[in-house]
């Protein structure tokens, strides 16, 4: 029997996977930072989502983000949020889990995302790594900063 997520559990889960993504970052496993700060973000996001909704968005952030309850979120936030959401929807997938740092590369490359804000001779995934942490951690802080748990 599986047992039900509340949205406390994926708020708490968010702040873990985003302290674990900064940890991975400044250890450069670039790969497995940029799947764990998405999964924070998309924990947030969660968070933040009717209880009474079904989940059905197949991991797509801007869509997880349309879901949200923007009520209990608040409109400043929705607004502030808008960029760091499409950076994280242009930066992450759900199926990144299964890339190694070599796959990762050949995707972003195939996106032309080696090359956008990267200094001649600097490490693009680790350019975009940082992207994506910067991006997540705003949605995760701005998550944390409203957050009203639900009366029991």
């Known amino acids: 029997m599986a047992i039900p997520v509340h949205p406390v559990d994926y ?17 450069e496993h670039f790969a497995l930072a940029m799947y764990v ?3 924070a973000v998309e924990c947030m996001l969660r968070a933040y989502h009717p209880t009474d909704a079904e989940f059905d968005e197949k991991h797509d952030i801007a869509q997880v983000f349309k879901g949200c309850d923007f009520e209990k979120l ?32 050949a995707h972003m490359r195939a996106l032309g995302q080696h090359q956008r804000g990267v200094l001649r001779g600097a490490d693009f995934l680790k350019v975009r790594c940082k ?6 951690l705003e949605i995760v802080t701005t998550g944390v900063q409203r957050w009203q748990p639900t009366p029991s």
């Not at 708020?11 to 250890?27: D, H, K, N, P, V």
């Open 37 to 39: 700060a998405g999964t």
């Open 131 to 136: 992207e994506l942490e910067d991006a997540s």
């Open 74 to 105: 608040g409109d400043a936030a929705r607004k502030r949020l808008r960029g760091p959401v499409q950076t994280v929807h242009l930066l992450w997938q759900n199926r990144f889990r299964f890339f190694c740092e070599d796959r990762l590369r």
């Open 11 to 27: 708020f708490r889960a968010a702040q873990e996977r985003m302290t674990q993504a900064s940890l991975l970052r400044r250890e």
